[in-house]
């Protein structure tokens, strides 16, 4: 299954509301997760099933969609936000990953 | 703390066997809860996953891989390892270890999300 992200990349500034989308080939139910990676990092669980908060994230990343389309929203960007994140589909083998959406400051 | 580190050469030659080692702390590996994976990720390109391991030895891999895997786990050491055959400079990428959920099972990954990840290894394939 093919995950589509878009933007590719996008600046924004401290404060701001971001949407990423993420398309999938084919319906893949809510099965999706986000993952935030910061440079020289390794990947970080955002959300799972589409739209539930991984324990210790903050509540201003929000996830929402099913079928073949779905968002991540951050709703006031902060510095620590910066990176890039990437969705993953978990409805069937392989697990695809998205090509990433980089968040740069504007 | 539950923590998972990724060890093996950070060279290896066109044609020969990379091999990795991730070794699980903190936690035992024999987890009926949990599988374990590796995931790459290409000099500034995206994640790829390459395959999971039960603790008992049940492998789950990517057949879209190039290169053939193997995946093996020594409960012994509370470890997991991987060895992707014939590489070529295709393969070369940071090598990550993580853990997932069996969740709902091991034909739909439905909660096959990593919520732990090993800082990574970065694997370079060049003579």
């Known amino acids: 299954i093919l995950l589509t992200q878009s933007p590719s990349s996008l600046s924004a500034s401290v404060g701001d509301r971001v949407t990423i989308t993420c398309r999938a080939s084919q319906g893949i139910g809510s099965y999706l997760a986000w993952y935030q990676q910061k440079s020289g990092k390794a990947p970080k669980l955002l959300i799972y099933a589409a739209s539930t908060l991984q324990s210790g994230v903050p509540p201003r990343f929000s996830g929402s969609g099913s079928g073949t389309d779905f968002t991540l929203t951050i709703s006031s960007l902060q510095p620590e936000d910066f990176a890039t994140y990437y969705c993953?589909?978990?409805?069937?083998?392989?697990?695809?990953f998205g090509g990433g959406t980089k968040v740069e400051i504007k | 703390q539950l923590q998972l580190q990724e060890s093996g050469p950070g060279l290896v030659k066109p044609s020969e066997t990379l091999s990795l080692t991730c070794t699980v702390s903190g936690a035992s590996i024999t987890t009926t809860t949990y599988l374990w994976g590796w995931v790459r990720q290409s000099p500034g390109k995206g994640l790829e996953w390459i395959g999971s391991i039960y603790y008992a030895g049940n492998t789950y891999d990517n057949p879209s891989l190039k290169s053939p895997v193997t995946m093996s786990v020594d409960t012994s050491r509370n470890q997991f390892s991987l060895k992707v055959n014939s590489v070529t400079a295709a393969d070369t990428a940071i090598y990550y270890c993580?853990?997932?959920?069996?969740?709902?099972?091991?034909?739909?990954?439905?909660?096959?999300?990593?919520?732990?990840w090993g800082r990574g290894t970065l694997v370079t394939v060049s003579s």
């Open positions: 993580a853990r997932h959920l069996i969740g709902s099972g091991t034909y739909y990954p439905h909660d096959w999300y990593f919520d732990l």
């Open positions: 993953q589909q978990l409805n069937t083998k392989p697990l695809t």
